[in-house]
């Protein structure tokens, strides 16, 4: 015997958004924070090939992919203001990456550290 139907099926189209599509908060620390975590800084001077390729791994993609598909690094970048929905857009994205890269890089890695995405 089939249990009775006491609640009608719904539908999601449209819940999927998870965030609002501007986001909802800013970065958790500046672009020049760098001192406030001072390891990483040091890695990104030392080696900031290294760390772009942490950070990339990091994100779930290969660790070759910022340096062989073009805009990788936007990518990555933008991929994390939308995991951690953070205000922005990918033309500050671009902006960004092509005027401070390092810098960057080193606020990438300190975001997903605080977003704690191992």
Not at 35 to 52: E, H, W
Not at 93 to 116: H, K, T, Y
Request: aromatic share 6%.
């Amino acid at each position: 015997m089939a249990a009775p139907v006491t609640v009608q099926p719904q539908s999601t189209m449209g819940n999927l958004l998870l965030s609002n599509v501007h986001g909802h908060r800013d970065w958790s620390t500046g672009l020049f924070d760098c001192f406030t975590d001072c390891s990483t800084c040091i890695y990104g001077y030392c080696c900031l090939t290294c760390l772009t390729c942490s950070v990339a791994t990091r994100t779930g993609e290969c660790c070759c992919m910022p340096f062989f598909v073009p805009g990788g690094t936007i990518t990555m970048r933008t991929r994390i203001r939308t995991l951690g929905g953070i205000q922005g857009s990918a033309c500050k994205d671009c902006l960004v990456l092509n005027f401070c890269g390092a810098c960057a890089i080193c606020q990438m890695s300190r975001e997903i550290d605080n977003m704690g995405i191992p």
